[in-house]
């Protein structure tokens, strides 16, 4: 029976976590944050034993009829093991961060409550074994997230906020015609959107197979809203007024990755690569894809801001998992998922030093980024690392993604990926460089904006800079140590060769 | 059926329709109690001598008189207010 | 002008739609008064229609006495506080005071013999109930103050019947009867009970709507009209 | 056993009445032991059993007047004595500075909870009558209570309309019998046909129910008598008292008069749940009072329940399964959130003193649980998962889906984003830090028994084959 | 046509002309007026369409003593809240 347990103890570490700490009084700060972190620790280590298990071909499943014929389903498979790792570590690094991001701060309780019920829903999200469990998680991560969005209470943050919701619910409510389509129209019996059983979609008539063409886009315009597929990443770069941790959060792990992930589950899950191949619904999505990072990437370059560069920079790189997803064939695959990992750690490395410069010296332009390498070298360090990997600069993380998305496009015969890769190297190259030469290369211009946290034994405060340094050091391990079992990318190997050889 | 009905259907819609026709509250719910009386002469006329007790107990009777106490509270009212505001006129303006 | 135009519409279309429903109805499968002669003897009461409002239908009344109980209740809860001018200046007609001294009397006595022929011809504790109040406004209307002070006491009179009625209806249960059932025997009488209790009770709460309904006295000092 | 659960509140209703003050709010909490205790014993006896019914005082019907306990039935007592007792609760400490309305608010509360157990029980149309008739009346005296100006203008409006209401009923009670001599409601069905008589009487009776329950465009007494009510009166109103005349009309539309309906009539009674959605969420939209806003939010999810009669009208079994299914799990979701929301915002206005929206400013910092519980409750109206709300809604898209009415797919879909709009409002304000009001001190079991109930409305989401398994269980009442 | 079906019909008359009162009159009073008549319309047509049917019927009878009782009762506690609102400055025809 644990096995059936494994996946809702995991799911509860960080629900119980939210509902303990929603209870605690604001003033109980030591309490909470104990709980907060061994809660953490604990889903780490639940999350490695599973993913043992996994590379074992152990099942871990629980099942429970939510509604006559759908069942609510929670399941580890390989894919879903890759994003709760990744959520499960970021959890741990960010709640980190935002304590010492937060202290001294109001309402933290509503914050870290919120926080947790944040990554509970990601949790959600990566463990679904079906469509419908999808969905629901989808939902509660929106409502888990508005609260850290708006935390604020600014006015300028209550706009982003309604902004933010307009696009998720709007999201959300496609989405939710999508699915409740595909269990009417298609799917009655519940085995197609069932993520465990693939390839019963090949089988189905070939009159309905319009009407499956369009079904995958209302589910990708649903899911693309979160994956910030241009034109629809409105809300991402207005959300970027939340706190450093949420926006790490947010781009690195929860929402923005909720997207791409449930786009990888449609195309390899619901659908099956061979029969979307098929079906005639990859490219579409792969020209789609190419879109938006090219248009992310040159938004980037006309952002001041460095939160603001950050965002369309995530625009611009999620995209890459889509790309990938749709690139037929196992290399492009293990780019694509690769690159979900990937992107996860090395976008949160940068936006706490994004943190770490507005929370020490007032830094919110790029302008005023001149000679704040030699006052914050660690920092500076872990951004330069950051950025090279974004540009795709080997061995570093990045590097590994483009690499295999590249060789996977030629595999799929759609060599003009290989363009849309140069291209947006190029870019990423034209907007990270400019910031590291004004970091190294340029003397300080008088005195910093709003100095708060002065120098001490380190540059800053050390719960703000140890995260940064830790997920600098993960996004450098994941490029060297590429053909180590439990990388990143043997995992997504492993993921690729299971469902290409089920 | 005898002429009578007749001419006692007739009433009854005549009598309803006059307390709506009425401009006079007063005389409305006059009518009201004359309509509930040819009521319960209707209901002896359908074999139901219960219900014309009924109706001319309560109907009438009692509706009536609540109606007519609540009507005659309400000019009261109405006059009082009407005193209040030109004594309350009369020393604002003096 | 809309506002009539519709008004005017509804009607017409109520109208012809229920001369057509009377018109047009269908005849009855069933024929209720032939049950009910049937099972008159069983009810223990002989007229047909108290049979049906205390036996058959007991159910229906006990909901009623129920209705009733909640307007007063209601109404109470909206009385005003304060002193409440007493006894009405009307009182010092002596017309009304010689008309009320000849009609009270006979009204209560009207009200006893409607109530008793219940059980055999028309009437009934409605009936009777509404002309125990009757006497009471006119009592009242003279300036005798019957509508007890003592709210508790009151309260009691008003719920009197009523949990009579549900008492009689539950203690059938305790005999493994269903609820409001009457023993064979005791029927006819245990309903004529109900039924005197139910006139008292009526008559009270109908007299207690009228008596403590907000009046026109203006308010005093310590009136609470500013909640 | 099934008459235990009308004698409980009557017997308490008597009690509270004479009892001396003091005493009558300690006999609440027994009393609501005792009537939930007995609907559980009595869902269980229908689960192990299957439908029963009962012939008052041993007169078989027509002659006499019957109740039927089927799955739909007791779920509906079920909900009504754990609603009622969370409220009573919450009244309980709430009503502490209402020091006359406590004392009458007691009698019509255990008179409403009567009616509405007689409702959910009765078999006889006429029967049903006289259960509305107690049950509006004692809900007016509820809204009455305060005796602000307000209040009392809101009860006029709300008594007028219950009466008209019930006497358009009665008007269609009055045809069948003359059509059909007898008003038992499972003999009923086995006779009525689809001649004109029927069908003038089953259009009388859905006008004075539409009135009863509020249904656009005859909703207008509803916003301001339960906006302007006491919180725990609001919460009982919403929850349950407008859910009792729907519940008469699904009966009178499905049941009754199954043969005199046609599909257009059933498309109608949709277009109009259709108008209730949008005018009550813009007006939801556009109100400064929050109470007003919870007010109108109930105008609009009515218009859900009026889903029911388009989708389980002239389509498959299936799909008119799956509309009933969706009808009642939103009937039960809408009561626990609506009244977890009338309560939380209670105590919110309780608090601060007023129910301006733009002024709420800065309460998540003092009264987090209150505004947890709104936004639990929130999201089951919305919709959104894992919620009750969010089942039903899943079961009336598939409902559409299956017979193909995408018409109603389009407005089942589309509500809930209306429904975010104006729930959204409160959240963006109470976000804000400003505080511009002194915040009072509330009883910390005013904000739990919201949650509990908004918890219970989330909790829906992961018990819904529950009641639904319950529903099954039809005698020959509902089918 | 016999005398139960006639005073049947002349109910549904005294019906809609209530109806129309009830939707067109602005005084409350009024407006109660037009519930009780309206009331009265239905009782003729509840007793009416049966005993035109088959005879005399002792259950309509009853159901309408019990229906003239419940409309007594809420004219009554109509009355009661009319007048206290009035009392508190209302508008007895807004």
Known sequence: MTN?????????????AALVIFTLPERFHKVRTTFNLSAAVLKIVLVGVMAVGIANQLDYEFRYELLPGIDFIL?????????AALSSVLWLCTTLYAIGYLEDAPNRSRFFGFFSLCVASTMGISLAGNLFTFLIFFELLTLSTYPLVVHRGTEKSLTAGRTYLRYTLGGGAILLIGVALMYGLVDQTGTITDFAQTGSMAELPAEQHVLLFVLFFVLIIGLGVKAALVPLHGWLPIAMVAPAPVSALLHAVAVVKAGAFGIVRVIYDIYEIEFAWQLGVLLPLAIWASITIIWGSLMALRQHEVKKRLAYSTVSQVSYIALGACLFGPIGTIGGIVHLLHQGIMKVTLFFCAGNYAETLGIHKISELDGAGRRMPLTSIAFTLGAFGMIGVPPLAGFISKWYLGIGALDAGMGWVIGVLIASSMLNAAYFLPILYRLWFKPVQGPWPDEHILAGRFETIGLLLWPTVATAVFSVAAGLFAAHMFSPLSWASLITYREYLP | MMIFDVILGVGLVLACASVYLSNNLFRSVVLFIVFGLLLALTWTRLQAPDLALAEAAIGAGLTGV?????????????????ADDTKKHEEASS | MIRVLGAALAAIITLLGLTLALWFAPATQVNLPQQVELNIDASGIAHPITAVLLNFRSYDTLLEVAVVLVAVVAGLALRERGPRVTPHERSADPMLQALTRRLLPLLVLTGVYVLWAGSYAPGGAFQAGALVAAAGVLARLAGYDIASRVDRLLRLGLALGFILFLTVAVSAMFGGRPFLNYPDEWAGSLIFLIEAVLTFSIGLTLLSLFVHAPGDASPQGGGDYGR | MIPILLIIPLAFAILSLLLPRKWTRTIVIPGLILQLGAALILCLTIYTEGPQDYALGDWQAPLGISLLADGFT????????????LCAIYALF?????????????PLFWFLLASLNGIWLAADLFNLYVGLELLGLSAVGMVALTSERPALKAALDYLYAALFGSLAYLAGVALIYGAYGTLAIPQLSEMVAGNITTQVAVALMSVGLLLKTAIFPLHFWLPPAHGGALAPVSALLSALVVKASFYILALIWLDVGALAVTVSAAQLMGALGAGAILWGSWNAFKTPQVKMLVAYSTVAQLGYLMMLFPLAIGVSEAAATMAWQGTILHLLAHAFAKAAMFLSVGTLVLAIGHGRI??????????????????LSAVSLMGLPPSGGFNAKWLLLQSAIQSGQWHWFVVIAGGGLLTAAYVFRIFRVSFTETVRHEIQATHPMLQLSALLLAFIAIGLGFASEWPLRLMDLTGGGTP | MGVDLWYALVGAVIIALSVFAFISARHLMKKLLAFNMMGSGVFLIMVGLPQHQHGVDAVPQALVLTGIVVAVSATALALVILRRYVRSGGDPAP
């Open chain 4, 358 to 375: 733009a002024d709420l400013g800065g309460v998540s910092q003092h009264m987090p649980m209150a505004l947890f519980a709104f936004g």
């Open chain 1, 4 to 16: 059936a347990l494994m996946p809702i103890y995991v799911l509860a570490t960080s629900l119980i």
């Open chain 4, 74 to 85: 007791v779920t509906l007592l079920a909900l009504t004595a754990l609603i009622a007792a």
């Open chain 4, 94 to 106: 709430f009503l502490e500075r209402y020091n006359r309305e406590q004392f009458y608010f007691w």
């Open chain 1, 75 to 83: 399941r580890a498979d390989a894919l879903s093991m890759l994003f």
């Open chain 2, 66 to 82: 609540l109606l007519l106490d609540t009507l005659g509270t309400l000019r009261k009212i109405r006059h009082q207010r009407a």
